[in-house]
Structures are given as C-alpha cells and as structure tokens.
C-alpha cells in the first residue's frame, strides 16, 4: 500500500499557484484507488485539497476520500 501512496503522490502536481494546484484533479471518475475505492466523482476541491466520492468495493459502500495537496502532507499537527 506504501507504494501505492507513492505513486499518488508522484501524480500531485509541484506548482507555486494555488489556482493551478486545486484545479488539478487526481484522479478521473471509474479509475480504482489503493486497489479498494471506486472513484464515482470529485465533490469538491479547496485550499487543502480534493474530496472524492468513492465506493469501497470490499464493503459495497460509498464515503468520501480526502486527498491533501502535496504541500500539506509534511505539516505537523
């Protein structure tokens, strides 16, 4: 799963420009995510990042996957 993780990651665009960062989409409505969410569609976007609404295939069941832009993933909390 780390890999998988690392791979999105390398997908997240490296830009200076807020606008540009939050209108880059990671992934594409039918594309599969850690080989257990079905991306359905993308709920909205903001400073922090992309909200998805996805279906884990295992439990047949839809939530909502937070994806940070890569600039927030090493803040400490």
Do not use: W
Not at 5 to 11: A, D, G, V, W
Not at 12 to 35: H, K, M, N, R, Y
């Amino acid at each position: 799963m780390e890999e998988q993780i690392e791979e999105i990651f390398l997908r997240t665009p490296e830009v200076s420009d807020q606008t540009q960062l939050d209108s880059a989409d990671l992934f594409e409505s039918g594309s599969i995510v850690l080989d257990k969410f079905l991306v359905i569609n993308l709920l909205g976007r903001g400073g922090m990042g992309s909200v998805y609404r996805v279906k884990q295939l295992q439990l047949n069941a839809e939530f909502a996957l937070k994806c940070l832009n890569k600039h927030h993933t090493n803040d400490v909390v």
